[in-house]
């Protein structure tokens, strides 16, 4: 967690997919937040001294056996509770309300009429705001101590409190942009319910990160996972700053990378580079191919390719002599999205659950570990690494191995490197890539018939992808000017061979990912 002095919000996870959203809004906010899965002890809690928590939504149904519940004592600490959807039925279960199915589920973005005009957590909130409402169940009558504050047509209670008890509960979800004034709401929360005053920084995590890394370091020797994506080159960085020579950063071309992008990485961080580092490039594209050859499963190429990136490290520090620290670009959507608790496992990331049992370092280091991308660019921005670098586009570390569809080749990997090639030159020729969040070429598993001159063919399709995203939790898919994807189109098909057929994904997230698996 962070430094003691940071004022804090918990945020207890009930299985919901919004869970690290909320974290990041509460974030947005200059306030310290951190996801905890719901099976956390009171005890626990008292030690961490949260100024507030809050209830994220989940899956279940409140009445029924065996669903995610916690402590209604935690309702009695004088702590500052938000309840959100899930959450805001289960406070209600907990203090004597009733809890049903709906007679009408609600999706999507909702009508909210506001009735709590002296409502805390309304202040400043239009008396019919929209709202993103995802339920099946609801709160059919609010425990007797509480008052209804907002409702829609078919939700009688779509928000309620206990204001003497700093008790307050939404139906719908303030942390999603579809809910217009959201934000405003969860402001509202933070500093008139729990009097947060805001005081988590960037330029003191950094400084206080680089001290912590000096300490725990000492005269320890470090290696360093650098890929060159914005991740690992700040985690780089700040290794440096705190321990200069002691860190060797060994940058693992695996042969998953885009096209030219190993020789950009060198450029930047090897001799002729920017930074004072111990440099080693390995070039171990035939000893991944070799792993991967006929898997399929994308949960199981992550691991291979995870495992496979530990043991190329062994290796060299083996060659570089006796190293105490293993350094790592993980930071939290990682942490969260590879599982907390109970909570679903949306995908496994190489630097969280791939990592095999057994590792020859005293210990890994991950100084971004609890912080979300924006802060990560932040922190670089707060470094002074070069704007190019910190803003760059993310790269999943398995690389193209997430982005091609079943196996794994290296014919394959040829396909997407140069169709992607073609898509990010002529996006950013056309001037349309500043709003995108994050844009690519995968290639499909999809083989289809064609016609090429005069000859019928039988080749794969190119699914083009673009996603704009302010915290790459959420996502929606870009309208790209149909002149830009019919240019790409037309080079792909006859610049890359192995490839009639070009599609575009139109699909948010959720329901997707922004990655292919």
């Known amino acids: 967690m962070s430094s003691k002095q940071n004022e804090f919000i918990l945020v207890m996870d009930f299985g919901g997919q919004y869970n690290q959203l909320i974290a990041r809004r509460v974030r947005e906010c200059n306030v310290y937040c951190e996801v905890f899965p719901y099976t956390m002890s009171i005890e626990e809690i008292k030690k961490m001294q949260p100024k507030g928590i809050i209830f994220t939504g989940g899956p279940n149904s409140v009445y029924e056996k065996d669903s995610a519940v916690c402590s209604a004592e935690l309702l009695k600490l004088g702590i500052p509770v938000l309840g959100i959807c899930y959450g805001s ?65 078919v939700c009688p209670v779509a928000a309620m409190e206990n204001e003497a008890e700093k008790l307050y509960a939404v139906q719908f979800h303030p942390e999603v942009m579809h809910t217009v004034e959201g934000m405003k709401m969860l402001h509202n929360f933070i500093f008139n319910v729990c009097e947060c005053n805001g005081d988590w920084k960037m330029d003191s995590f950094v400084e206080a990160t680089i001290q912590k890394l000096r300490q725990k370091i000492g005269d320890g020797k470090v290696l360093c996972a650098l890929s060159g994506g914005v991740d690992s080159s700040v985690a780089a960085v700040l290794l440096s700053k705190a321990v200069g020579k002691q860190l060797t950063c060994v940058f693992v071309d695996h042969g998953l990378l885009r096209k030219n992008e190993g020789d950009e990485v060198e450029a930047v961080f090897g001799p002729d580079g920017h930074y004072d580092l111990n440099f080693i490039r390995v070039n171990a594209k035939e000893r991944f191919y070799a792993k991967l050859k006929g898997v399929s499963d994308p949960e199981t190429k992550r691991k291979i390719i995870g495992e496979e990136f530990i043991r190329v490290f062994e290796d060299e520090a083996k060659k570089i002599g006796k190293v105490d620290f293993l350094v790592q670009g993980t930071i939290y959507p990682d942490v969260i999205e590879s599982g907390l608790g109970k909570s679903a496992v949306i995908k496994s990331h190489h630097n969280v659950g791939g990592l095999p049992d057994y590792v020859d370092f005293k210990e890994i280091v991950e100084p971004l570990r609890l912080l979300f991308k924006d802060e990560v660019r932040k922190a670089g921005r707060e470094l002074q690494i070069p704007e190019y670098l910190v803003s760059r586009q993310p790269f999943p570390g398995p690389g193209l191995g997430i982005r091609i569809i079943g196996e794994v080749t290296e014919e394959k990997v040829q396909i997407v490197q140069d169709a992607d090639a073609i898509y990010r030159e002529e996006v950013a020729k056309a001037g349309v890539a500043k709003d995108l969040g994050q844009y690519f ?77």
Not at 127 to 142: F, G, L, N, R, V
């Open 89 to 153: 039925q289960l406070m209600a279960h907990l203090l004597g309300g009733k809890v049903a199915t709906a007679p009408v589920s609600e999706y999507g973005k909702t009508e909210v009429s506001i009735k709590g005009e002296s409502s805390k957590i309304f202040a400043g909130v239009s008396k019919e705001t929209i709202c993103w409402m995802s339920h099946t169940d609801y709160i059919a009558e609010a425990p007797a101590s509480f008052k209804v504050t907002a409702s829609t047509p």
């Open 441 to 517: 070429a995968a290639l499909t598993n999809m083989r289809s018939v064609g016609v090429m001159g005069d000859g019928r063919t039988y080749d794969y399709a190119i699914a083009l992808r673009a996603v704009m995203t302010s915290d790459f939790m959420t996502a929606e898919s870009a309208q790209l000017p149909w002149e830009v994807l019919a240019i790409v189109t037309s080079r792909i098909v006859n610049e890359v061979k192995g490839v009639n057929r070009v599609l575009y994904d139109c699909t948010g997230k959720p329901p997707a990912t922004i990655e292919f698996e």
